[in-house]
């Protein structure tokens, strides 16, 4: 069975820093791309990071750019969000999610997601 | 980016009536090199994760019943749930994916029993 967990969310000042983690099960995370989404709340989802099944292309929201990191191990099968500087708008539900296609190039649509993991933001 | 606006922001139906739910994008998702359209539709329940119903416009993800479909090209599109079930409730997105990886999402449409 096709599952992601992520895990790693919790309560962070501004500024600080976090690493969420995204563990797949029944699939190879180097045979999809994958992605990260966030739901901040009261609000709708907001893409955030994605990587190609490659691995070797990552893509980030102009939003997160250049605080968030993402990349992955594949000896272990997970996916990993780094973020620093956070600020109080990256408040948020993360989600994992996995491209429904199994083809090189960025992800386009998303057939297995997560629980997600709550990340607040907070002094 | 392109825009996804979604109508209405929320609606009622009685069960077993037709549900419509629109979206419209800021510019085209056709891709006329290979004759399909970049939108993808999903059903988000509260604790749940989204769950994906439609992509290519219209094409149903396997398990989804066959009382959800999609329609629209270019700009506009629809989702229909032809007769509504209880199970029904709840927030529906839909995604463009046509300037992927840069994909974005409509604000939702939140679905409930009259």
């Known amino acids: 069975e096709v599952q992601v967990l992520e895990s790693g969310g919790e309560l962070v000042k501004p500024g600080g820093s976090l690493r969420l983690s995204c563990a797949a099960s029944g699939f190879t995370v180097s045979s999809y791309g994958m992605s990260w989404v966030r739901q901040a709340p009261g609000k709708g989802l907001e893409w955030v990071s994605g990587?190609?099944?490659?691995?070797?292309?990552?893509y980030y929201a102009d939003s997160v750019r250049g605080r968030f990191t993402l990349f992955r191990d594949t000896s272990t099968n997970t996916l990993y969000l780094q973020m620093n500087s956070l600020r109080a708008e990256d408040t948020a539900i993360y989600y994992c999610?996995?491209?429904?296609?199994?083809?090189?190039?960025?992800?386009?649509?998303?057939?297995?997601w997560g629980q997600g993991t709550l990340v607040t933001v907070s002094s | 980016d392109i825009v996804m606006t979604q109508s209405p922001d929320s609606l009622a139906v009685s069960l077993g009536e037709r549900a419509t739910l629109n979206c419209k994008s800021s510019q085209s998702l056709f891709y006329s090199s290979n004759n399909k359209d970049y939108l993808a539709w999903y059903q988000h329940k509260p604790g749940q994760p989204p769950r994906l119903l439609i992509y290519w416009a219209s094409i149903r993800d396997s398990g989804v019943p066959d009382r959800f479909s999609g329609s629209g090209s270019g700009s506009d599109f629809t989702l229909t749930i032809s007769s509504l079930q209880a199970e029904d409730v709840a927030i529906y997105y839909c995604?463009?994916?046509?300037?992927?990886?840069?994909?974005?999402f409509g604000q939702g449409t939140r679905l409930e029993i009259k």
């Open positions: 999610a996995k491209d429904r296609r199994a083809t090189a190039g960025p992800p386009y649509y998303f057939d297995s």
């Open positions: 990587i190609s099944s490659s691995g070797g292309n990552t």
């Open positions: 995604q463009q994916y046509y300037t992927s990886p840069r994909i974005t």
